[in-house]
């Protein structure tokens, strides 16, 4: 040790241990030993004395916190790839690096997306009740349980970024037709898989699954509404595994209830947890889980390595590997 004191990390949760080992082993580490987000008076504490925080998706790291950090406050990494709890704005103003985990959990959350995908196509959650309830009367029933095919129908992809590129892989492997829409095209993805890009009405009118792959902005909030429900197949099924708020939950309620669509798929929710008493979840065609499209024990394993790094890289002085918050350079530049 040089003698001067080591830097302070604030950590808002348990993390996979070889992470919290390699942020110990240059650090003084606390970590919030509940499993629920610590409350924002303690979040509020911690930023006015620790030089990082280290947190997840939960944690609303909003502009009151942030104003409230000391001088000493250099960094916030995120243990996730979407950032949308974090006040980019506010913290690019404080000189505060912000920092995140995209690449590491691509196809671990496309793999889910595909699997919610086959889930819902298939009714498999809903098969599996079926037995567990003792409704299983008849052996083998030719008409029981249909659902739609996978292969050979026509995937539409909303947000062809890395994990919708991703997605897109595993339905070609389904032999399925892959159009697309993002605010850019993306060539490479053209090229790689044949995948065509239209227009986001055109994706919904023709596509038999849609699933959705963009972050939430401003202008993607509640971007699935009623009137863009309306324009899907009768027999189409929507998986989302971005975030819930792209959803207008009440009018996917009333497409599913009233048919305007097959079914869908939902790893996220406008509120989460969602409510028990969610409408959607006294529909059979919903198949529900609790936002685990990434949740391997590899991958949260290699997110919370990844966000260790760039803490480390951000306290050591230099540019984090994945700053989301670019403009903060100007603000104030790395020492190294
Ligand atoms: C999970 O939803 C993530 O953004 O990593």
């Known amino acids: 040790m040089s003698g001067t ?25 606390e970590v919030w030993p509940e499993e629920t987000p610590p409350p924002k008076n303690i979040l509020i504490e911690k930023v006015k004395v620790v030089d990082g925080l280290c947190c997840l998706l939960t944690d609303k790291i909003d502009a009151e916190v942030i104003n409230a950090a000391g001088e000493q406050l250099k960094g916030i990494s995120q243990i996730a790839v979407g950032y949308d709890n974090i006040d980019l704005e506010a913290a690019t103003k404080r000189g505060i ?42 052996p083998w029933g030719l008409m029981m ?26 339905a070609k492997g389904f032999n399925m037709k892959i159009l697309y829409y993002d605010v850019a095209r993306n060539e490479a993805a053209e090229k790689e898989l044949g995948a065509e890009y239209v227009d986001l009405e055109t994706l919904l009118k023709e596509s038999d699954f849609v699933s959705i792959h963009v972050p939430l902005l401003p202008s993607t909030r509640h971007l699935i509404n009623e009137e863009r429900l309306k324009l899907m197949k009768k027999t189409a099924c929507l998986i989302n595994t971005s975030r819930g708020p792209v959803v207008d939950e009440k009018a996917l309620y009333k497409a599913l209830k009233e048919g305007w669509i097959w079914a869908a798929g939902l790893d996220v929710w406008e509120k989460e947890p969602t409510d028990p008493d969610n409408p959607l979840l006294k529909l059979d065609n919903v198949t529900a889980s609790p936002h685990i499209a990434s949740a391997s ?30 403009e903060v350079l100007k603000v104030r530049p790395p020492e190294k």
């Open 5 to 29: 004191a080591k830097k302070r990390v604030f950590v808002t949760r348990e993390i996979p241990s070889d992470a919290l080992k390699l942020l110990k082993s240059k650090f003084e580490v």
């Open 97 to 138: 690096y912000v920092t995140n985990t995209p690449g590491v959990l691509t196809d671990t959350t496309a793999d889910y997306a595909f699997a919610l995908l086959m889930a819902t196509a298939r009714r498999i959650a809903e098969a599996d009740r079926y037995v567990r309830d003792g409704r299983w009367k008849i």
């Open 145 to 170: 349980m249909l659902g739609q095919d996978v292969w050979g129908k026509t995937i539409g992809i909303i947000g062809m970024g890395r994990i919708g590129t991703a997605m897109a892989r595993r």
């Open 297 to 326: 024990y590899e991958t949260r394993t290699r997110m919370a390595i990844m966000a260790a790094e760039n803490m480390i890289a951000i306290l050591e002085g230099r540019v984090p590997p994945n700053l989301v918050n670019k």
